[in-house]
């Protein structure tokens, strides 16, 4: 099994149900419909935004329905994924379904803008209603996925939350500092699908970086790989840029790139081969010794890249 040692890390440890609603399709004639001049908007006299969401949830899976919406005899509405799940019952008065389609409702919904479900997360964007998955699916606020590659982790959240995540239930070690010094040792080199993942949160610049270490198949060769992201959208990192180093015997092999958002996964950045990469006949030379052992130390550095107004170029911001 390999074990990651922390051996003079250059940088100092960071101290720092919803209820189900019957949904009427004679609904307007308790809430009359006021249409405004504007298009795609539709204003409710007497209920406010969220009771008109709530208009257009399913009962079952409470997602926002999109046509076909479905409903029952009596007037209770159904999405089509979930009609099926309910074998064709209404799930509030279990009469038959049958296929009845709630065209007024899908109307209303054709009329109104809400906005993004990523409100509370900071996003002001107000889409019309059929707008809002497609945004919703790429918007800029939207939770990102645990960066941790140890294991198939399904939380998701803001970074600030992903930190604390990442800090109290996987035990990842936090480091303050924009330099890091790491040694690997793996006792036997050959079992790479034995190979410990390590993963290193690291702080500097006010943002926070994964640094990733494993070893795994590529094809049938053995290798091992290091690459750092960035926990943060895409165009924010690429403010960004990294350098890892690894060497032994008067030899050295250097890597620099930009960390990749924690947007792409883990696995899709490895199988892409961006970041630094051995071969292990490589990582053996550099371990020196008998090569029986994996004793690899890698150094590297996280910068800024700063732009110099006068020369329309980047500088690097090294940090102290």
């Given at each position: 099994?390999?074990?990651?040692?922390m051996d003079s890390?250059?940088?100092?440890?960071?101290?720092?149900?919803?209820?189900?609603?019957?949904?009427?399709?004679?609904?307007?004639?308790?809430?009359?419909?006021?249409y405004s001049?504007?298009?795609?908007?539709i204003l409710?006299?007497?209920?406010?935004p969220?009771s008109?969401?709530?208009?257009?949830?399913?009962p079952?899976?409470?997602?926002?329905?999109?046509?076909?919406i479905?409903q029952?005899?009596?007037?209770?509405?159904?999405?089509?994924?979930?009609k099926?799940k309910v074998?064709?019952?209404?799930?509030?008065?279990?009469?038959e379904?049958?296929?009845?389609?709630?065209?007024?409702?899908?109307?209303?919904?054709?009329?109104l803008?809400?906005p993004?479900?990523?409100?509370?997360?900071?996003?002001?964007?107000?889409?019309?209603?059929?707008?809002?998955?497609?945004?919703?699916?790429?918007c800029?606020?939207?939770?990102?996925?645990?960066?941790y590659?140890g294991?198939?982790?399904?939380?998701t959240?803001?970074?600030?939350c992903?930190v604390?995540?990442?800090?109290?239930?996987?035990?990842v070690?936090?480091?303050?500092?924009?330099?890091f010094?790491?040694?690997?040792?793996?006792s036997?080199p050959r079992e790479?699908?034995?190979a410990?993942?390590?993963?290193?949160?690291?702080?500097?610049?006010?943002q926070y970086?994964c640094?990733?270490?494993?070893?795994?198949?590529?094809g049938?060769?053995?290798?091992y790989?290091?690459f750092?992201?960035?926990?943060g959208?895409e165009?924010?990192?690429?403010?960004?840029?990294?350098s890892?180093?690894v060497?032994?015997?008067?030899?050295?092999?250097?890597?620099?790139?930009?960390?990749?958002s924690?947007r792409?996964?883990h696995?899709?950045v490895?199988?892409?081969?961006?970041?630094?990469?051995?071969?292990?006949?490589?990582?053996?030379?550099?371990?020196?010794?008998?090569?029986k052992?994996?004793?690899?130390?890698v150094?590297g550095?996280?910068?800024k890249?700063?732009?110099?107004?006068?020369?329309?170029?980047c500088?690097?911001?090294?940090?102290?």
């Amino acid at each position: 099994m390999a074990t990651f040692e922390m051996d003079s890390v250059e940088c100092v440890s960071s101290s720092d149900g919803i209820e189900d609603e019957d949904i009427q399709s004679s609904v307007s004639s308790h809430h009359p419909i006021q249409y405004s001049s504007k298009p795609h908007n539709i204003l409710f006299s007497g209920i406010g935004p969220t009771s008109v969401h709530e208009l257009l949830e399913c009962p079952v899976c409470t997602n926002s329905m999109y046509p076909p919406i479905h409903q029952c005899h009596n007037g209770h509405t159904i999405c089509s994924n979930c009609k099926t799940k309910v074998h064709n019952r209404c799930p509030t008065c279990r009469q038959e379904l049958g296929d009845i389609r709630c065209l007024a409702l899908e109307k209303v919904a054709e009329s109104l803008e809400l906005p993004c479900k990523h409100c509370s997360l900071g996003c002001p964007e107000i889409f019309p209603y059929y707008s809002k998955p497609k945004h919703e699916a790429v918007c800029n606020f939207r939770p990102y996925n645990c960066p941790y590659a140890g294991s198939e982790c399904s939380v998701t959240g803001d970074i600030p939350c992903l930190v604390a995540h990442l800090r109290d239930d996987h035990k990842v070690d936090m480091h303050s500092g924009c330099t890091f010094n790491h040694r690997y040792v793996k006792s036997n080199p050959r079992e790479v699908e034995n190979a410990t993942w390590m993963l290193t949160v690291f702080h500097c610049f006010g943002q926070y970086f994964c640094l990733h270490f494993e070893a795994f198949q590529l094809g049938m060769a053995p290798v091992y790989m290091a690459f750092v992201r960035f926990m943060g959208d895409e165009v924010e990192a690429r403010n960004y840029s990294y350098s890892l180093e690894v060497g032994a015997n008067g030899r050295k092999l250097i890597w620099e790139g930009t960390p990749r958002s924690i947007r792409d996964s883990h696995r899709k950045v490895r199988d892409s081969h961006d970041g630094l990469i051995m071969q292990r006949n490589m990582a053996l030379f550099f371990s020196c010794g008998d090569r029986k052992e994996l004793k690899l130390r890698v150094t590297g550095r996280i910068w800024k890249e700063q732009q110099n107004s006068d020369a329309g170029v980047c500088m690097p911001n090294l940090c102290s």
